[in-house]
């Protein structure tokens, strides 16, 4: 306390200034690496969860486009006969004369060739015989087309025999060209057919080690392709299908391998099971940005990955595909078994050979989506987000992760240079202490005061001018600076009201609040609202009349007469386009009368027409449709966008038309919450387009005639 009082004033100033600035400099410092740090976690976090649902977008349109060129291959007429007649072809062969040296030749193929490929290949040690047809045509396909072919281990090779002179032989030479060259011109490298009867597969385009075994009690009996198999053989739809999900698939020496399968029909008879191929490169197109991870803002460690209900990938691991021998040498020293490395590092491949059961995988198998702080399966701290892939009645996990030191790296770099900024700052605040400290006065506290005051959000702020020239300038400068803030503000306000304004004026009050919520691309699912849609015809042939811009005037007139009318019975407008016109009611705000409020609205709709055609002479006819049901409704667009609603609700409503003349229809779900309160004329059905035949009524009335 005495060395206190001995300093002087300017002394106590001065350490006191040195003191406050350092204090202030450690703690602006800290508060910075705090929020960077939560800014920064956060900003890793959206991106990740973006990114996570890119991928899912994007790996949920590669299958829908592969399965729907399947579908459409599986339709043409050239696969059906393919079918009949290999499968005819293929039946004689039961009674095909299969001699021992043929039955010794074959099983000494598997015996001395596949048997230890497959050991070699894949680690998997068949019993002896295991793998040999339990058939007759089998016997003789295997023969004439495996021994005496090409000799595919892996069912890569081309399907022909110069032994077979059978009629399923020549039936082969014919249609194995033309089936390729639409396969390898869909992306699909192999194609085969299953008798849905017996399940026994009678083609093949590639060589392979099935052809001519029965999916019931041969060899491949329990594998995915038979499960799927049996499921489909009882399908009476044509555009139905299955996955067979990635399995070790021993024809192929146990490489991983998915089918998309799907029944093939001739009239309303099955006569074949397709099954395709799933091909790999589309999905890892899709999953690695076609291996540009660092362009897609992954980093180095920055990856998305396939994993199934048996948490297994389904995928190629990034580090695999970038160096394989490195990331087996890294699978050694990771949590998992001597075994699973062994397996990677054999087969080359991630899939079905590296399980993956963190957090993450087994939230998104529950269907769950979401972002985890978690080790991955290199035992790697990671941000992972996740979510499910449901196709057909597959389920995958679909993860995105990324390092959490590699996400975090900016934090440590701000860091170090906030050290040395504080260090710089610290030394060049003692020797400005030292000059400032004899100048510093009462001016000093009012700007520092003011600034507080503005800071907390007051704009009221007014500090005095001294009566120093610099002083007076810096006091002048601040209350400016202060004045334009609050002009700002209140722009910014009147800015934000007009914005608002126009929000309501276009939008629907729930597609309103979505926009300023940023949430434009999420729909919304609305379980019963009453829709009408208005048809105005007659206006095209005013334009040749009256000339564009009086017709456009008078549509704008008709329009805003509905608008108001729309209001005034509690409907909302969603969208118009040219002369049609889309209201919903039940819609932003829950409306136990919502179908009769929009009666009401149509009926209105119907006056103002005819009084329009009245006053002004014209022929202007209105067609309403109603429909009361469930609807989904969103903002379509990015910088431009409207408010619609789309559903079968909906489009029931846009197909109704009568003939041309002003009416009001409207479904039997409207009919029947108000029949006691609006006439109706009899009922009678429509030929919806894309909805079938429909039950409909005309509204009797004044308005509606």
């Known amino acids: 306390m005495n060395f206190l ?43 990740l969860l973006g990114l996570q649902r890119s991928k899912s977008t994007a790996v949920e349109t590669a299958l829908t486009k592969t399965t729907h060129e399947m579908l459409g291959f599986s339709a043409l007429p050239s696969v059906t006969e393919a079918a009949t007649q290999l499968a005819d072809a293929f039946r004689k062969l039961d009674s095909a004369q299969i001699n021992l040296g043929m039955r010794d030749a074959v099983e000494q193929y598997y015996e001395t060739e596949v048997g230890p490929a497959l050991k070699r290949q894949s680690n998997i040690s068949a019993a002896p015989g295991a793998l040999l047809p339990t058939n007759n045509a089998g016997w003789y396909l295997h023969f004439h087309y495996l021994v005496n072919g090409a000799r595919p281990y892996t069912g890569g090779g081309e399907l022909k025999s110069s032994t077979d002179d059978s009629d399923y032989g020549r039936l082969l030479a014919k249609w194995r060209p033309l089936l390729g060259g639409t396969i390898t011109r869909l992306g699909f490298d192999n194609i085969t057919l299953i008798d849905p009867i017996t399940l026994e597969v009678f083609f093949s385009y590639q060589a392979s080690a099935v052809l001519g075994t029965s999916l019931i009690d041969g060899p491949y009996a329990a594998s995915n392709m038979a499960a799927v198999a049996k499921k489909l053989r009882e399908s009476q739809e044509v555009d139905d299908y299955e996955i067979a999900d990635f399995e070790a698939y021993r024809p192929a020496l146990g490489a991983p391998r998915a089918f998309l399968m799907t029944p093939v029909f001739d009239g309303n008879r099955m006569v074949a099971i397709m099954a395709l191929r799933l091909p790999i490169e589309p999905l890892e197109n899709a999953l690695t940005g076609n291996r540009d991870w660092k362009g897609e803002g992954m980093g180095k460690t920055g990856e998305s990955y396939l994993v199934g209900s048996d948490h297994l990938m389904r995928s190629n691991s990034r580090f695999i595909l970038e160096d394989p021998k490195a990331f087996a040498k890294s699978m050694r020293n990771s949590p998992i078994s001597d075994r699973t490395a062994d397996a990677i590092e054999l087969q080359k491949t991630t899939i079905l050979t590296l399980p993956v059961q963190h957090q ?63 260090v710089g700052l610290g030394l060049l605040a003692s020797l400005l202490a030292l000059w400032l400290a004899s100048a510093l006065t009462k001016p000093i506290t009012d700007l520092v005061r003011g600034a507080r005051r503005v800071s907390s959000g007051e704009l009221d702020v007014e500090v005095p001018t001294a009566h120093s020239r610099e002083y007076r300038v810096l006091g002048d400068a601040f209350n400016d600076m202060v004045r334009s803030l609050r002009d700002s503000r209140a722009q910014l306000a009147r800015q934000v009201e007009e914005t608002e304004r126009l929000l309501q004026s276009l939008l629907p009050a729930s597609g309103a609040a979505q926009v300023k919520e940023g949430r434009q691309d999420a729909p919304q699912s609305f ?52 002369s049609s016109y889309l209201a919903a009611s039940g819609l932003s705000i829950e409306r136990p009368d919502h179908t009769a409020r929009m009666v009401d609205f149509a009926r209105e709709v119907v006056r103002i027409v005819r009084r329009f055609n009245s006053a002004r002479g014209l022929g202007l006819v209105a067609e309403i449709g109603i429909n009361t049901g469930p609807v989904t409704g969103g903002i379509v667009g990015r910088r431009r966008f409207i408010y619609d609603l789309w559903g079968d609700t909906v489009k029931l409503v846009k197909g109704m038309a009568s003939d041309g003349q002003t009416s009001i229809q409207v479904t039997r779900a409207v009919y029947d919450r108000v029949r006691d309160t609006v006439p109706f004329g009899p009922a009678f059905s429509a030929d919806i387009r894309g909805m079938g035949m429909v039950e409909l009524h005309y509204v009797l009335d004044e308005a509606a005639g």
Do not use: C, H
């Open 360 to 422: 993450s995988v087994l939230k998104a198998l529950n269907g769950e989506r979401g972002l985890v702080e978690t080790e991955d399966y290199r035992g790697m701290p990671v941000y992972s987000a996740f979510g499910p892939i449901d196709f057909g009645s597959v389920r995958w996990a679909l993860v995105s992760e990324i390092d959490r030191s590699e996400a975090m790296q900016p934090l440590r770099d701000y860091a170090r240079k906030a050290i040395i900024a504080a």
């Open 5 to 47: 009082r001995a300093m002087s004033l300017q002394s106590k100033l001065l350490a006191t200034i040195v003191l406050i600035t350092l204090a202030s400099i450690l703690t602006v410092s800290w508060l910075g690496y705090l929020s960077a740090r939560a800014g920064l976690q956060d900003a890793a976090e959206r991106q």
């Open 527 to 578: 379980a019963d609202v009453t829709v009408a849609f208005v048809n105005l015809f007659g206006i095209d042939t005013l334009s040749s009349e009256l000339g564009d811009e009086a017709s456009l005037s008078l549509l704008s007139e008709i329009v805003a007469a509905f608008d108001e009318a729309a209001e005034s019975f509690g409907v909302e407008k969603v969208r118009t386009i040219g």
